[in-house]
């Protein structure tokens, strides 16, 4: 009878400790699901990211472009030899505001499309 007694003392004590090894590996595993979603959702984040400023530097490099065409072209006048110097400094000033406009219209779209949004993590 003793023994039967010390052997159902053990099987309790085992299956008791398998039930805790086993709730342990399962939280385990939880955490394990739980920081991969966490990984995910971050590259996700990441990646929309890149693709913003990606977009944003191409947009930028192709109006650079057109605005270096475009200036080449105001500056084509001042090629000929035939026009005065009075032509070339009143084409001068115009295409000075010209320019200036440009340059201001651009600051303010900067200034705009500056989005502060996804910024709430920073530490100060």
């Known amino acids: 009878m003793r023994a039967q007694d010390l052997l159902k003392k053990t099987k309790a004590e085992l299956i008791e400790l398998y039930q805790e090894k086993d709730r342990k590996y399962n939280e385990l595993l939880e955490q394990q699901a739980h920081i991969k979603r966490s990984y995910e959702n971050e590259l996700d ?41 009075r032509e070339k400094s009143y084409l001068s000033r115009k295409f000075q505001n010209i320019i200036n406009i440009k340059i201001k219209n651009k600051i303010d779209y900067l200034h705009r499309s500056i989005d502060f949004s996804d910024d709430d993590d920073l530490p100060f």
Do not use: G, W
């Open 45 to 85: 984040r990441v990646c929309k990211q890149k693709n913003t400023m990606t977009k944003f530097y191409e947009m930028q490099h192709i109006e650079n472009l057109s605005d270096m065409k475009a200036l080449k072209d105001m500056l084509l006048p001042f090629s000929e030899e035939n026009m005065t110097h």
